[in-house]
């Protein structure tokens, strides 16, 4: 909530001053800007800048969809690598995908972990024989995994994704457990990212 708290000492404040600040270049912040717009943590005020934000007025027709979405309804197809994988096949199916982070499933296609471009560089550089080693190695594992269910409020997710500092979430179903009847597992069923919040923004700032 770095941002949040620039805002409120130096409002209004603009896009390139939060990132000077941060050290960060403003293509970087786009999406969490965005997203904290969409929260209502901050206001966004054209050719003046950002202002600190009040609760998102439950009057407008934007916002009474928007606290209505459902995760199901906006997630999109996972990018999922197998457990067994090779960190190899992990880094080329990051950079086909053009995403930041894989979802690791098991052989029922039941959450294990994530894995991150930071996670694979941290392991790779230096290491040669890492490309072949398999990514529950490097992976962050379940149930460390902040993850969101399909049926939850989008808003809910976006929260999830700015209280932990993420950029995306395995969308889950709970299932049963075909090797061990009774226990219950977390499913795979989609993702949602800050592009996804962004995209939802758009659509409702956007909308007749």
Known sequence: MHIVELVKLHAPITGEQ????????????????????????????????YTPGSEISSGSQASRRLKALKVKEVQSMPVIVKETSSVHDAVVSLFMEDVGSLIVVD??????????????????????????????????REPNVIHVESEELVIDAARKM????????????????????GRSRWEVVGRVSKTTMTQILLELATEP
């Open 18 to 49: 939060i990132a000077e600040m941060l050290g960060l270049s403003r293509p970087t912040l786009r999406s969490d800007l965005a997203l904290l717009v969409m929260l209502g943590y901050v206001d966004a005020k054209p050719k003046v800048g």
């Open 107 to 140: 052989e029922e296609s039941c959450l294990s972990g994530v894995i991150s471009r930071k996670d694979l560089l941290k392991f790779t550089l230096g290491n040669t024989a890492a490309a072949a080693m398999p990514v529950s190695m490097v992976m962050t």
């Open 162 to 181: 700015m209280h932990h500092q993420v950029d995306s979430l395995p969308v889950v179903i709970r299932s049963q457990s075909e090797s061990s009847p």
